[in-house]
């Protein structure tokens, strides 16, 4: 129990390591490629993230999508990209070389789809290589590049204001 503490202290200041080092990278390239980072625990259906990709006009093969969750793989049979804390090593070391493989792509976009405040779901975004995170209202402001104030339930304001936002940064 003592040294789930100490790894955890670990991660964060990793995890603060990483924010102050993000140099944000502004370019007018269009998007492309999208990246999505979820919370199984609180939203399970990733054919939302199918209709946002239509939105911004990414094609199917240029999307990816992964899940965490607190819960056992054992219990998650039916997702395919799901990752757990025992994928999370010390110092925001990656266990899992499928994760590791997702954070070293680099997406035009990447949107961070969770409210729960959760170490490794941070520490999955800001260790991902994408150039530019979108993301809902989260208790550290540093992780995304742009934070659209909306609830879990409201995707269809989400998806609105993302392409919005997009089109204002001539990324669409």
């Known amino acids: 129990m003592i040294l789930k503490g100490f790894k955890e ?4 200041k990793y995890l ?4 102050l080092e993000r140099q944000l990278e502004v370019t007018d390239s269009d998007v492309e490629s999208l990246g999505v980072i979820l919370n199984l625990d609180e939203i399970d259906d990733f054919e939302m993230f199918n209709s946002l990709a239509n939105t911004l006009k990414v094609k199917s093969n240029k999307l990816k999508i992964i899940a965490f969750s607190q819960s056992k793989k054992e219990d998650l049979k039916t997702w395919d990209n799901c990752y757990n804390p025992k994928d999370f090593g010390w110092r925001g ?3 899992n070389p499928e994760l590791e493989g997702f954070l070293n792509t680099k997406f035009d976009v990447l949107v961070s789809y969770y409210d729960t405040d959760i170490l490794e779901l941070k520490l999955i975004t ?3 290589k994408a150039k530019f995170k979108i993301g809902i209202l989260q208790s550290d402001e540093r992780v995304n590049d742009l934070i659209i104030k909306t609830n879990l339930k409201e995707f269809d304001l989400f998806k ?3 392409f919005k936002y997009l089109k204002i940064l001539n990324k669409i």
């Open 93 to 95: 070391a990656i266990k």
């Open 9 to 12: 202290k670990s991660n964060k």
């Open 126 to 128: 800001a260790k991902s």
């Open 160 to 162: 609105t204001e993302t």
């Open 16 to 19: 603060n390591k990483l924010l």
